[in-house]
């Protein structure tokens, strides 16, 4: 059974970085996609970023680009989500996700089967 855990999370004043891990268990790390998820409160829950460990595919949503940026440690089984100069509009709770297959990023949120609980990410004005 896949197993995922979310840690990291924290309340942060606008510009500042945080690192959120997503630790893995249960599948075969170095073929998996691992996708990065969030929701605010009232709204849809949005794809964030992707990278399959199978072809070093990764994907961003624009509102993140340069300034967030996913890796994975085969090592540790976890992949990571480094966000720099975060803004209040980054604030959510942040999910990791894993589909039932090996594929190249992007991959649909509707394809993810297994999920974390989620970590809170608070960014003040």
């Known amino acids: 059974e896949v197993h995922l855990v979310e840690s990291g999370g924290n309340l942060v004043q606008a510009g500042e970085s945080l690192r959120l891990s997503c630790a893995t268990s249960g599948f075969t790390f170095d073929d998996y996609v691992i996708g990065w998820f969030r929701q605010a409160p009232g709204e849809v829950r949005e794809g964030v970023s992707c990278i399959s460990r199978n072809d070093g595919s990764t994907y961003y949503a624009d509102s993140v680009k340069g300034r967030f940026t996913i890796s994975s440690d085969s090592a540790e089984k976890k992949v990571y989500l480094q966000m720099n100069d975060l803004k209040p509009e980054d604030t959510g709770t942040y999910y990791c996700?894993?589909?039932?297959?090996?594929?190249?990023?992007?991959?649909?949120?509707?394809?993810?089967?297994?999920w974390g609980q989620g970590t809170q990410v608070t960014v003040s004005s």
């Open positions: 996700a894993a589909p039932p297959f090996s594929s190249k990023c992007p991959v649909p949120e509707y394809e993810y089967d297994s």
